[in-house]
């Protein structure tokens, strides 16, 4: 998923023939530079809008759990029914709008900023030296993409948790967010932004390592440039379901802490730091991982469909150029 390779010889022979084969290979009419990374984030937007609205469903309930597990306590189906039964089959796509908008624009900078760091990581440390550290590659550059990713996302989840925990709340995206804007500030918004980063960070982080560990484990039984289309998109579908597992298991008690700090305003004078600390001791272990259920089946489902849609969205733009640092076939 990188750019184009390093033009320098590494001096190592097995290394400068692998470039050479893909330089003497490579399409002179492929997108480079900015052309390119504008196509890995509208691929990163699209993935991530796509499957992030389509399950919006299942965040429902998955909130809901979290947020009042008393009431919300028979599982991801009994959630579905009771809020079904109760307030209607529409109530189950509460903040889709802030949701789809909050992860085209989050896509657009977690993968295109993904693709950026790991090239320049390449071109700071050399091909072999990136090679073979790739797995710190893969950390540093999910985690500064997600850095980020997070700002633009933050104000459109503080919005979306605002709706889906008060439904009365305000009628839709615009709504909420003027509303939290006109009688909050703009604070409000950001108010979740500590949380949001100790989730979102080590979650992109296991999930881009995981993948690509995962994809480099099937390419070193398989030859990929013998792979089909459709077989790389099923190999794609199932690195990014495990990668989605680790993540959610990994990211899960952040995410339970930010649907609880996004749910009410603060005390006069608590800080977030304070606030967090108070909802940790709330929560204890046991509770900062309600609706795992819910999240392991929306994350690993949404995860896969990320990678399975990048993938395959890249291929539509001539995005595919450029060398791995992964070791493969």
Known sequence: ????????????????AAKATLAAHADPTAPTGLALYSRFAFAGAVCCSITHGALTPV????????????????????????????????????????TAAGYFLQGAFKFGGYEFF???SINLLGYETA?????????????????????????????????????????????GFSKILKTEGIGAFYSGFGPILFKQVPYTMA?????????????????????????????????????????AIISQPADTM???????????????????????????????YGGIGARLFMVGTLTAGQFAIYGDVKKIMGATSGVEIAKTN
């Open 131 to 175: 090679s073979n550290n790739r797995t710190a590659v893969y950390l540093a550059s999910a985690g500064c993409a997600e850095f980020f990713a997070d700002i633009a996302l933050c104000p459109l989840e503080a919005t979306r948790i605002r709706l889906v925990s008060d439904p009365t709340f305000a009628n839709g995206l615009v709504g």
């Open 258 to 288: 930010l649907s609880k700090i996004n749910k009410t305003k603060g005390e006069p004078g608590e800080g977030t730091t304070s606030r967090l600390i108070k909802i940790a001791k709330e929560l204890g272990l046991r509770g900062s």
């Open 207 to 247: 999930k881009f390592v995981v993948f690509e560990k995962v994809n480099e484990t099937i390419y070193s039984y398989v030859d990929k440039s013998k792979t089909s289309s459709g077989m790389q998109t099923v190999y794609n579908l199932s690195s990014g379901l495990v990668a989605g597992f680790a993540a």
């Open 1 to 16: 998923m990188s750019t184009t390779p390093p033009p320098t010889a590494t001096g190592i022979a097995k290394v400068d």
């Open 59 to 98: 965040d429902v309930i998955k909130t809901r759990i979290q947020l009042d597990p008393a009431k919300y306590n028979t599982g991801l189906i009994g959630g579905f029914k009771k809020v079904i039964s109760t307030e209607g089959a529409g109530a189950v796509w509460t903040g889709f709008g802030p």
């Open 118 to 120: 790991k090239q320049q």
